[in-house]
């Protein structure tokens, strides 16, 4: 069965630094996302992306982060300079043609910030 | 002003009985809605779409829609110990998912 898959599983990093985030998405599907969920608390939305760029964003997408499609198959979220409250399970996720429909989650990455 | 709420839990039913889980949401916009799963530890894995008013049944769970009163839920009969988990209402108001804080349920033998 397709899924959405990321890597890395975990990622600690240093306040300041750049992480990248990967994601291969379900083959199919055009319309991306990512989330975040914080420790005890909601999954929340961080970026849609469809057709090479961003459909819609949160208020928690800031200049810090970006997206990418690199190539056919990758999907990154890339966080510039991390604070501790970036601290959180990120999570990939992909949808068919019309954004509206079921959307797959990946098995995320739990981004720890020290 | 919560745009999707539910109740926190624990909700606790025997082994073999229907659990009831109940979802209200804000935006009238919104025009599918999701139950999703997520254990511990674990990526939110989805159960249910529900689209248009009225039941919609898969196997042991069914969603409901009531868009006149902004309400979802989903039934879970012949509940089992692995159904123990945390159980996520979404809606798409958009192209985006908002979640509830979700709903733990507990299964007890």
């Known amino acids: 069965e397709p899924e959405v898959t990321q890597t890395p599983s975990h990622q600690v990093t240093q306040m300041g630094q750049e992480v990248i985030l990967r994601c291969v998405p379900i083959?199919?599907?055009?319309?991306f996302y990512w989330y975040r969920q914080i420790l005890g608390q909601k999954v929340e939305f961080l970026v849609s992306?469809?057709?090479?760029?961003?459909?819609?964003k949160s208020e928690i997408f800031d200049d810090q982060f970006s997206v990418e499609r690199p190539d056919g198959s990758n999907f990154t979220l890339k966080i510039r300079s991390t604070k501790l409250e970036d601290s959180a399970m990120y999570f990939c996720?992909?949808?068919?043609?019309?954004?509206?429909?079921?959307?797959?989650f990946g098995q995320g990455t739990r981004l720890t910030v020290v | 002003q919560k745009e999707v709420e539910q109740n926190s839990g624990p909700l606790s039913v025997p082994e073999g009985a229907i659990a009831s889980l109940n979802c209200t949401y804000s935006?009238?916009?919104?025009?599918?809605f999701f139950w999703y799963r997520q254990y511990s530890g674990k990526s939110p894995e989805l159960i249910m779409s529900?689209?248009?008013?009225g039941d919609k049944e898969d196997g042991r769970f069914t969603a409901q829609l009531n868009k006149a009163s902004q309400y979802v839920s989903l039934l879970i009969r012949d509940s089992q110990p692995s159904d123990s988990a945390t159980y996520l209402c979404?809606?798409?108001?958009?192209?985006?998912?908002?979640f509830g804080t979700g709903t733990q349920l507990k299964v007890e033998l």
């Open positions: 996720a992909s949808s068919d043609t019309t954004g509206n429909t079921e959307a797959f």
């Open positions: 083959s199919n599907h055009l319309y």
């Open positions: 992306f469809y057709n090479n760029e961003i459909s819609e």
């Open positions: 935006d009238r916009v919104s025009q599918s």
């Open positions: 529900i689209y248009s008013n």
């Open positions: 979404a809606v798409n108001p958009g192209n985006k998912l908002t």
